[in-house]
């Protein structure tokens, strides 16, 4: 998985998005480090409506202002286990870094 692919599913797994939405979700979580683009994000979304793992949906944002251009895209329930083997994959890969010496250890109140 790439890590815009990871990140895009990351997005989505709160509910359903329209693109600029993923973007902005992205921008934010990773305090503006991580800013995917356009031809980016969308070739992003192609890629895993391909794989199965995200699609179209017909929902929308009744609060947000019309734009038949704008297609809102949630996760199916492959790309929901995906995500989820993904972010246990990278919580053992932090874990290793903190063992390493490479983090110090976060501590929750």
């Known amino acids: 998985m790439t890590p815009a ?3 895009v ?6 509910g359903h998005a329209h693109g600029y ?14 800013r995917l683009g356009p031809g980016t994000l ?4 192609a ?3 391909a794989d199965e793992l995200v699609t179209e949906t017909e929902t929308s944002d009744p609060s947000a202002p019309h734009d038949a251009r704008r297609r809102y895209y949630q996760l199916t329930p ?3 286990q995906t995500v989820r ?3 246990g994959l990278l919580a053992r890969l932090v874990d290793a870094a ?4 490479l983090l110090p250890r976060w501590r929750t109140a």
Request: charged share 15%; aromatic share 8%; net charge negative.
């Open 5 to 7: 692919g990871f990140q």
């Open 9 to 14: 599913l990351l997005a989505l797994a709160s």
């Open 21 to 34: 939405a993923v973007m902005g979700f992205i921008e934010q979580v990773t305090g503006g480090q991580v």
């Open 42 to 45: 969308y070739r992003t979304i």
């Open 47 to 49: 890629r895993l409506v």
């Open 78 to 80: 492959l790309g929901e």
């Open 85 to 87: 083997d993904e972010a």
């Open 98 to 101: 903190h063992t390493a010496g």
